[in-house]
């Protein structure tokens, strides 16, 4: 939806900007692949060039300052916030209500680390809200899952339980695949801090499965330390050894 949204905008004349859209598209298909570090790159050419454009590459500028700041994350959240609160900046000067929910989404997910957990959920609640007047069902989704993930770090599993379920239907008609990985692996961890350890393997089984067939090192790398932990716990040890290995 956001890359339809941009190639739709107006172009203006001129190789930079030109460059910069490739660049953006080239960061989002590595983001999908969970190609992290080559995101971080792509962007980090994309943001000057966006900016270089004025006023016609705004819109471009906020989305890029927004995808690389999750990526400067983990390093630098000094930067990753001044990142942030420039996109934020942009995005209501736009009176951009798209962009003002993809930022209250980032906001929210850079707070996580901090173990406050109430902000965070207000930000992606308002998220959701503006999400779907937009009508982008996707990214509704998509925060909604986010809010499921906060509530299981409040540890009020049985409302993240009913996010995830809630959400799954809508993975399967759009055949996201991404999005269903994601949920089965909520849904095992749910299961797990549970102490439900038979129907936490189960989904992580089929998490291992998916990420596998999606070929993403990142989801594969976290569906296998998922399930090795809780085989582990259910004294499954060369099994577990296998996949810690």
Not at 113 to 126: K, V
Not at 159 to 172: I, K
Not at 203 to 227: C, D, M, Q, V
Request: aromatic share 10%.
């Amino acid at each position: 939806q956001w890359l339809r949204t941009l190639l739709s905008q107006r172009q203006p004349v001129g190789k930079s900007f030109l460059n910069a859209r490739a660049l953006f598209g080239a960061g989002l298909l590595a983001d999908s692949l969970g190609e992290y570090g080559a995101v971080r790159e792509y962007l980090e050419r994309a943001v000057p060039m966006a900016r270089d454009q004025g006023q016609d590459g705004q819109w471009l500028l906020a989305l890029a300052l927004c995808m690389l700041s999750r990526r400067v994350l983990d390093r630098d959240s000094s930067l990753a916030r001044l990142l942030l609160d420039e996109g934020w900046t942009i995005a209501q000067e736009q009176s951009d209500q798209w962009l003002i929910a993809r930022m209250l989404y980032e906001r929210a997910n850079s707070l996580m680390g901090r173990r406050e957990y109430d902000t965070p959920r207000a930000l992606i609640q308002e998220s959701v809200s503006l999400f779907h007047a937009t009508g982008d069902r996707r990214w509704e989704a998509l925060a909604s899952y986010y809010h499921a993930r906060v509530d299981y770090s409040r540890r009020d599993y049985a409302a993240a339980r009913l996010e995830v379920e809630q959400g799954l239907p809508f993975c399967y008609e759009t055949n996201d695949r991404v999005g269903i990985w994601a949920r089965l692996n909520l849904l095992g961890e749910i299961a797990r801090s549970e102490g439900n350890y038979a129907l936490a393997r189960d989904y992580h089984s089929r998490g291992y499965a998916l990420a596998h067939e999606l070929g993403r090192k990142s989801s594969i790398e976290i569906s296998a330390t998922n399930l090795g932990s809780v085989l582990l716990r259910e004294g499954h040890l060369p099994e577990a050894r296998r996949l810690f290995g």
